[in-house]
């Protein structure tokens, strides 16, 4: 009677953890990168780039303008791949990241802008819409790390608008 409780707690867990691992699942989108249009929610007027590596996820724009890649998180949907994550800048602020990759290679993201001083919170709503692109435009995080240390987000006229 003792074994049959002890096999059923056991096998109880091992559910629960293998349930979690894949609600809480990481890397999965790991070389895989989609071009699109970012901007406003109601027109995404700026070509830009997302990039999965190393179970971080970043954008070409972002990273431009000094937010950092960010550790991104996976869920499998019936409509799709679900990824959330955040890319955070010292100075201007954090985004927040909401996306769905479907099947045929689609993806669209709603992203949370938010920069905070201590006199005011603004927030924007922002969206991506893309495609997956073949593996001649993949990064590695790793680079793109080493690239950041050469950003001035000054420098570029696409920063001023976050």
Not at 82 to 102: A, I, K, M, N, P
Not at 119 to 138: A, D, H, K, N, Q
Request: proline residues 4%; contains cysteine; negative net charge.
């Amino acid at each position: 009677m003792f074994l049959r409780i002890v096999i059923s707690l056991i096998a109880a867990m091992l559910l629960t953890l293998a349930a979690t691992a894949e609600v809480n699942a990481e890397g999965v989108l790991d070389g895989h990168s989609f071009s699109g249009m970012i901007g406003p929610a109601e027109d995404p007027d700026l070509e830009d780039s997302l990039y999965f590596d190393d179970g971080h996820f970043w954008s070409a724009i972002c990273t431009s303008c000094g937010f950092a890649p960010g550790p991104y998180l996976t869920e499998q949907t019936a409509d799709g791949l679900r990824f959330t994550g955040t890319l955070e800048s010292e100075s201007r602020g954090r985004f927040e990241y909401d996306g769905l990759v479907r099947a045929d290679g689609s993806i669209r993201v709603s992203i949370t802008w938010e920069r905070r001083r201590w006199y005011w919170t603004s927030r924007r709503e922002i969206l991506f819409v893309g495609e997956r692109t073949s593996g001649f435009e993949m990064a590695s995080l790793s680079e793109m790390r080493q690239e950041m240390k050469l950003v001035n987000p000054e420098s570029s006229p696409l920063c001023s608008r976050f």
